[in-house]
């Protein structure tokens, strides 16, 4: 089943998450409907040139009975971050990735320094309706 498939009726549900932190941190994002991950926008201020970002999948509250924090899916792992500009841009997954409710979507900071950093991110969801 893709997002063009006739038996889905999707509704683009995209959300917003912002986060404030000092050194390396999580910023997660718990998918409430069954939906479809296309990808996320992240904009990032004050970071430094060794900063990065993984992009995961993760059962944070044990929704499918293999523990809790376990990592389903990793799409980006120490993805490098800019520094002369905010928006890092648009990053797309090559396929959708369909995500049940419960399960959360995470973006790992990691900081190579102990400064304030704010990370905001633009998810790409698609509620399936039927």
């Known amino acids: 089943m893709g997002l ?18 000092i050194g390396s941190f ?11 991950f296309t990808g996320l926008q992240l904009i990032v201020s004050g ?4 900063d990065n970002c993984t992009l ?14 376990v990592v389903l ?19 797309n997954v090559d396929y959708p990735a369909k995500i049940l409710p419960g399960i959360y979507i995470r973006v790992k900071f990691n900081s190579s320094q102990n400064n304030s950093v704010t990370l905001k991110v633009n998810f790409f969801l698609h509620k399936i309706l039927a």
Do not use: H, P
């Not at 009726?9 to 959300?15: A, Q, S």
């Open 4 to 21: 063009d498939s006739a038996s889905e009726t999707l509704n683009f549900d995209g959300k917003g998450v912002s986060l404030t932190g």
């Open 26 to 36: 999580d910023l997660d994002l718990k998918v409430t409907d069954l939906s479809y």
């Open 47 to 50: 970071n430094s040139m060794e």
């Open 56 to 69: 995961q999948v993760i059962d944070k509250d044990n929704v499918l009975g293999f523990g809790s924090n």
């Open 73 to 91: 899916k990793q799409f980006a792992v120490n993805w490098m971050l800019q520094t002369d500009k905010q928006d890092q841009g648009l990053f």
